[in-house]
């Protein structure tokens, strides 16, 4: 669906520190928030370390939510391996938590990046029952998320990432429950009411309600300031150029990119992924991102490889192979941490390759049907 295409696009921004896969819609109320007892944790499967006593009297317990896809997640491990072993001594327990099959965590664990950056106890939830009763409870949507438990009772729930501060105070014993309860619980109830907003573009979208889409996006921008903002508007101009409000759509992507940058990339990109543009300016998207490779700093693989694709969608498969070898080299020089990425950039090389060449019947690997839709490359 395109609402889902919407967010898997918007998820892919500089600014995003959390995955945020489809979830339900938010609760009205809380079942857990700081301040409640908190749900002992049904896990039977723990791929790295003991299995804890839960929860100890005197003891500290840090419950985070992660998934082996989700890029921030990772991100994270290494910090909290680190807080795992220098709150050892105090009485803290990190245990992380998986929904994905103990299969799925256990091959990822095995690679030797992770047997080095992961070292805390890690255990899957399957049937996601301690899911439900952490994450839904409290209506959170996005992973990383952590929660804090000292004497059986909820502390703080937040991004992993954040927590080093009140994690010490709560240790120590100088933390204010009542205080945090209160901003987390408002947080939420924002987030509840975005959701709502969110439901509803969902809604007009799905109808190609175009008209009703535009004025609540209009709505979200006129509400919102700084990234949440930006994010908005960069959102407005994807409904529109699905729409095929061409004019309109190409006016704000050149708006959005003077205003910022960096967003280059991204905008290009939506314009060359968006299901159902009937206006698809390839080259305008191959100009954004060519001033991208331009721009001081390192290279970028995914710039190149987005370049490749953009060639690809004009039918220059040479040229798309070309640039998809410089991505490769170019995430090459990232180290063993970009071996799935390199793999993943040789098997679209391999799609072009062969377009190139005049073989096989089929397009690059892992493009889509996007170049068949595309009726004008201007």
């Known amino acids: 669906m395109l609402h889902v295409l919407l967010a898997a696009i918007i998820s892919q921004a ?10 339900p819609a938010a609760p009205t109320t809380l079942a857990l928030s700081i301040g ?11 791929v790295r370390g003991e299995k804890p006593t839960f929860f100890e009297p005197g003891k500290v317990y840090v419950i985070e939510f992660w998934a082996t896809w989700c890029p921030p997640c990772r991100q ?15 009485g803290v327990v990190i245990v992380g938590v998986s ?6 965590v256990r091959t990822f664990l095995e690679k030797d990046e992770w047997k080095q950056k992961a070292r805390y106890t890690l255990a899957t939830d399957p049937d996601r029952s301690t899911h439900r009763a952490y994450m839904e409870a409290s209506g959170q949507g ?25 994690l010490a105070k709560i240790v120590d014993g100088t933390w204010d429950p009542k205080t945090a309860k209160q901003t987390f619980e408002d947080a939420v109830a924002e987030e509840m009411k975005a959701m709502g907003r969110q439901n509803d573009m969902t809604k007009a979208i799905d ?14 921008i006129a509400a919102s300031t700084g990234e949440e903002a930006m994010q908005s508007k960069v959102q407005k101009a994807q409904i529109l150029l699905v729409a095929g409000r061409s004019e309109a759509a190409y006016a704000l992507c050149a708006e959005l990119i003077k205003e910022d940058p960096a967003l280059r990339n991204f905008v290009a990109t939506s314009v060359l992924h968006l299901p159902d543009v009937a206006d698809r300016r390839v080259d305008l998207a191959i100009t954004w991102l060519t001033d991208v490779t331009s721009a001081a700093g390192p290279a970028n693989p995914q710039v190149l490889a987005e370049l490749a694709y953009a060639w690809s969608l004009k039918g220059d498969f040479t040229k798309a192979a070309d640039f998809m070898r410089r991505a490769i080299d170019t995430a090459k020089s990232l180290g063993p ?3 799935d990425y390199v793999a993943d950039l040789t098997a679209q090389l391999k799609g072009y390759e062969s377009k190139a060449a005049g073989n096989g019947s089929s397009n690059a690997a892992g493009s889509n049907s996007n170049a068949a839709d595309s009726k004008s490359n201007k």
């Open 14 to 23: 500089p600014a995003a520190t959390q995955a945020a896969p489809a979830a």
């Open 36 to 46: 409640s007892k908190a749900p002992i944790p049904e896990i039977s499967d723990f």
């Open 76 to 90: 994270s491990m290494p910090h909290l391996t680190k807080l795992a072993e220098d709150m050892k001594s105090k």
């Open 99 to 104: 929904d994905e099959k103990v299969e799925t």
């Open 142 to 166: 996005g992973i990383p998320t952590a929660f804090i438990v000292k004497e059986g009772v909820v502390q703080w729930i937040g991004h992993p990432m954040e927590m080093d501060a009140p």
């Open 207 to 220: 109808s190609k309600d175009w008209d009703k889409a535009v004025a609540l996006i209009d709505a979200e």
């Open 337 to 339: 941490t970009a071996a």
